[in-house]
């Protein structure tokens, strides 16, 4: 199962996210988030191991934003958790992370609610 491998637990959350690869930027939502990343729902077309620039907006309304690696790409369909996904890419923080803090609060406050817990 795809969840041993995984070093974070999920956590259910949709937040507002600017992702842009290249010239193309889109502003799209996460699916989930953990402490080193997040699973963004788009039908961007990439492959693994490309390096991407990510911004979301908390419900505070802060922003954290830097660099992430697309370690997951997910076409539309059953994921091998056996879970219907939309399409998407899993990705990873990369170097430094503006806001780095407020992020891991924000999960933090995350993990209070087992029913938020994926996976």
């Given at each position: 199962m795809v969840t041993?491998?995984?070093r974070d637990l999920r956590y259910r959350a949709q937040l507002v996210t600017t992702l842009t690869l290249g010239h193309d930027t889109r502003?799209?939502?996460?699916d989930?988030?953990?402490?080193?990343?997040?699973y963004l729902r788009t039908d961007?077309?990439?492959g693994p191991r490309k390096l991407v620039r990510v911004s979301f907006l908390l419900p505070d309304h802060h922003e954290v934003s830097g660099h992430a690696m697309v370690v997951h790409v997910q076409?539309?369909?059953e994921d091998a958790d056996?879970?219907?996904?939309?399409a998407g890419i899993g990705i990873e923080f990369f170097g430094e992370i503006r806001g780095r803090a407020r992020w891991d609060a924000f999960i933090q406050e995350l993990t209070k609610d087992p029913a938020l817990r994926t996976g």
């Open positions: 041993e491998n995984r502003e799209i939502v996460t989930d988030v953990s402490f080193r990343g997040a961007l077309v990439t076409q539309p369909g056996g879970v219907m996904r939309q």
